[in-house]
């Protein structure tokens, strides 16, 4: 098993977050994003030194810490400027508030399906309409956004565009292109870009990432992205992200009011994570794609008439299973009941995920290869 991901089942099966407790012992969790490693030396030795001083209180070290994540992000294309780092709680947090203080209320925001399923909740929560422009070819090799469906929701009145850079669930990087086009777009409209950017540590080897804030001038005028260690460090339950503000003249993003919930000790991993950690990520990088290798294998033994991309960054697949009718349009849910596999289903991406499943595929070659298995059991069983 290629280290990190080298952990045995039933050591994971004595973790109490989400993945390892939503369902029962016998199931096979690839669902929720979550990674099976322990954590990266530097981070470990960080928080247990905090935890021997007794070092459990408010998160202070604001300006410390934008720095420090100002550094990292600066391999994104352009040199950013600690100033316009904000520190937040998490992402979701970030979308949320970038949305709130920087868009009239009531405006409408355009999004992506299928697209991370909190995208819509989280626009209608600050109180304003998600306009739904679906991905070109999602199913296909090259995703797409589709310029001119939003061209079309700006014109008709969309203020806002929530973009999900590297793409959750397909994966695909936007083009530096295709980016730089979208912010002409938003500065025509007068509207404004939020772009989550939380999968850009996990490129591929060989993958380059390009920050939406880096693909332009105009970009970086119209636009706000939105990170965090949390995905490629396995540190969601610490609670620290940032916001990194693209026109801190135009945006009224302040640290004063949305710094003080960061966690102390997300704040201390993900310094670690990101100063000290970079080695430990290109070994996880790289037992992600030998995983993306065998997974390859395993469709096309034990699921062969399924369709997939490999994904340019993350840890997640977009599985196509509409050529398995039997299925429906849910096929997690028969995988879950009759196979004991938990994934996420397709339909919470949008309708465009009907026949889909994603799949997490940060986890041990055993368990992996058990999964598939498993779902190929279930999809082969009623095929002529």
């Given at each position: 098993?290629?280290f ?17 407790v ?17 954590l ?18 408010y ?10 994540c ?14 316009s ?5 998490d ?12 868009l ?31 991905l ?13 469906g ?85 540190l ?63 469709l ?5 008439r ?9 840890f ?24 004991r ?44």
């Amino acid at each position: 098993m290629p280290f990190p991901l080298d952990l045995p089942e039933s050591e994971l099966r004595r973790r109490r977050s989400q993945k390892w407790v939503a369902h029962p012992e016998d199931v096979l969790p690839l669902f929720v994003a979550e990674t099976d490693v322990l954590l990266a030396p530097a981070i470990r030795e960080r928080l247990a030194a905090a935890v021997a001083d007794g070092d459990t209180g408010y998160f202070a070290e604001i300006e410390r810490f934008a720095g420090v994540c100002a550094g990292y992000y600066s391999r994104f294309g352009y040199r950013v400027p600690p100033e316009s780092v904000v520190p937040v709680n998490d992402v979701g947090v970030g979308v949320r508030e970038t949305l709130a203080r920087t868009l009239p209320a009531g405006s409408g925001v355009v999004y992506t399906p299928p697209v991370y399923m909190p995208f819509a909740p989280w626009i209608r929560r600050v109180g304003m309409s998600p306009v739904a422009v679906p991905l070109l070819d999602h199913d296909g090799d090259a995703p797409l956004l589709d310029l001119e469906g939003i061209e079309r929701a700006l014109s008709d009145g969309a203020r806002g565009i929530l973009l999900s850079h590297p793409h959750n669930p397909t994966g695909v990087l936007h083009s530096p292109g295709e980016l730089a086009a979208l912010a002409d777009l938003a500065a025509k409209y007068d509207a404004v870009v939020v772009s989550d950017e939380i999968w850009a540590p996990l490129t591929m080897p060989g993958v380059e990432f390009h920050s939406f804030l880096a693909v332009s001038g105009t970009a970086r005028e119209v636009g706000l992205a939105i990170s965090s260690a949390s995905k490629a460090f396995n540190l969601a339950g610490l609670k620290c992200a940032f916001v990194i503000n693209g026109n801190p003249e135009r945006f009224e993003v302040r640290r004063s009011s949305l710094s003080g919930a960061v966690g102390h000790f997300g704040a201390l991993a993900g310094e670690a994570a990101l100063t000290k950690s970079l080695d430990w990520l290109d070994e996880l990088r790289g037992a992600l794609a030998a995983n993306l290798d065998l997974m390859d294998s395993l469709l096309a033994e034990h699921l062969p008439r399924a369709r997939w991309r490999r994904p340019d960054a993350g840890f997640v697949a977009w599985i196509d299973l509409r050529a398995y009718p039997g299925l429906g349009d849910d096929p997690a849910a028969a995988f879950l009941d009759e196979g004991r596999v938990a994934l996420s289903n397709g339909p919470a991406f949008g309708s465009q995920g009907k026949g889909f499943v994603r799949v997490n595929f940060a986890c041990s070659e055993e368990i992996l290869t058990e999964a598939f298995v498993r779902m190929g059991a279930i999809a082969n069983r009623d095929q002529p």
